[in-house]
C-alpha cells in the first residue's frame, strides 16, 4: 500500500476527517484478550474503584490505538505513519451500561515536513475531557 494523499495536496490547517469510536466493557474484554493485558482496573469495576478510579477504565494503548485510526484511515496505509506518540492525559471511563463511552478523534496537519512527511496532531476526548496530550503522528505522503 502507498499514502492515498499527495503532500502538494495538503497544507499546515487541513483538518482530517474526524472519527467517533465507542468503547464498551465487551470492546475492553476483546481488547485485553488480543493484547494480554488483563489488569483489573480494565473489568474489575470493584477493584478500579478501590485503588481510587471512578469506574473502570480503557486501556491507555487501545485509547492511543483508536486514536491513530484517523490518521490511518485519512492516509490510506497504516505503513505511511513513521512516528507516533502521545501522553496519556486523562483515563477513558467506560460505564457498565449500554452505551459504554465514546472517544472523539480530531486532527490537522500541524506542520510540512521535508521527505514529503507531514506532522498530523490528534485531539481526544472523552467525557468533555482531553484524554491524549501531545498527540502527534509524522505521517509520510504520497
Known amino acids: 500500500m502507498t499514502a492515498r494523499i499527495s503532500y502538494a495536496d495538503v497544507e ?3 483538518e482530517l476527517p474526524a472519527r467517533n469510536f465507542s468503547v464498551t466493557r465487551a470492546t475492553l474484554v476483546q481488547y485485553a484478550g488480543a493484547s494480554g493485558d488483563f489488569n483489573p ?7 478500579a474503584v478501590e485503588v481510587g478510579l471512578p469506574d ?10 483508536e486514536a491513530v485510526r484517523v490518521v490511518t484511515d ?3 496505509d ?3 505513519v513513521v512516528e507516533y506518540g502521545v ?7 467506560v460505564p457498565n451500561d449500554d ?3 465514546l472517544i472523539e478523534v480530531s486532527g490537522k496537519v500541524a506542520a510540512l515536513l521535508d521527505d514529503k512527511r507531514v506532522r498530523v496532531d490528534l485531539t481526544a476526548v472523552s467525557g468533555g475531557e482531553k484524554v491524549l496530550g501531545m498527540s502527534r503522528a509524522v505521517v509520510r505522503l504520497a
Request: hydrophobic fraction near 50%; glycine fraction near 14%.
Open 74 to 76: 485519512w492516509v490510506g
Open 78 to 80: 497504516p505503513g505511511a
Open 12 to 14: 499546515v490547517g487541513t
Open 41 to 47: 482496573i480494565h473489568w474489575n469495576e470493584k477493584f
Open 87 to 93: 501522553r496519556f492525559t486523562k483515563p477513558v471511563v
Open 99 to 101: 452505551k459504554g463511552a
Open 56 to 65: 473502570v477504565i480503557a486501556h491507555g494503548m487501545f485509547t492511543m490505538a
